[in-house]
């Protein structure tokens, strides 16, 4: 089941994030670290509705983030479509016990059909540059790769913007 989180699901969403970063790093993919994503982001994602959770027998395997919101970096971007009507998907994330059973799949199918459920004209989205696993993973989705952006508190390398037009 995927539903919109809640404030109580705080603690069990930042563990499994922290157990994301720790496998990510144990894998050379230094995408996140002691400066994100944070405790007080994941709680404005809860306040603002747009946290998603994919739950298993009372269990949290997975997050995702839906939003309209374009973030500053983005601006710079030349997008396949106009700067309206779009859909930015963040921190989607699945606890490291459960990669490969396609729960990321899961969070994709369930964020893209949102997407056009709500007539959004596109998806949007970043992904590491370094992972070449989730650009793979974008890639075969139907996702185009665009420009590069940087977060400095994230890492050095670039991070490759990826659109999906509906």
Not at 53 to 77: A, C, F, Q, R, S
Not at 90 to 105: E, F, L, S, T
Request: one cysteine or more; glycine letters at 4%.
């Amino acid at each position: 089941m995927i539903r919109k989180a809640v404030l109580s699901d705080l603690d069990a969403i930042y563990t499994l994030t922290r157990a994301c970063a720790k496998a990510m790093i144990a894998n050379g993919i230094y995408q996140w670290n002691e400066h994100y994503p944070t405790q007080e982001r994941f709680q404005k994602d809860v306040e603002l509705q747009e946290l998603y959770v994919l739950e298993e027998e009372n269990h949290i395997k997975g997050i995702i983030v839906l939003t309209e919101l374009m973030d500053e970096e983005y601006i710079p971007v030349t997008w396949l479509t106009a700067n309206t009507n779009n859909l930015y998907i963040h921190r989607v994330a699945v606890d490291p016990k459960y990669w490969g059973k396609g729960y990321a799949q899961k969070l994709m199918d369930f964020g893209e059909d949102y997407a056009r459920k709500n007539q959004y004209q596109s998806v949007r989205l970043d992904t590491f540059s370094q992972n070449k696993r989730n650009q793979k993973f974008y890639e075969t989705r139907g996702y185009q790769r665009l420009d590069d952006i940087y977060f400095p508190k994230q890492s050095e390398h670039p991070f490759h913007c990826y659109e999906l037009v509906l």
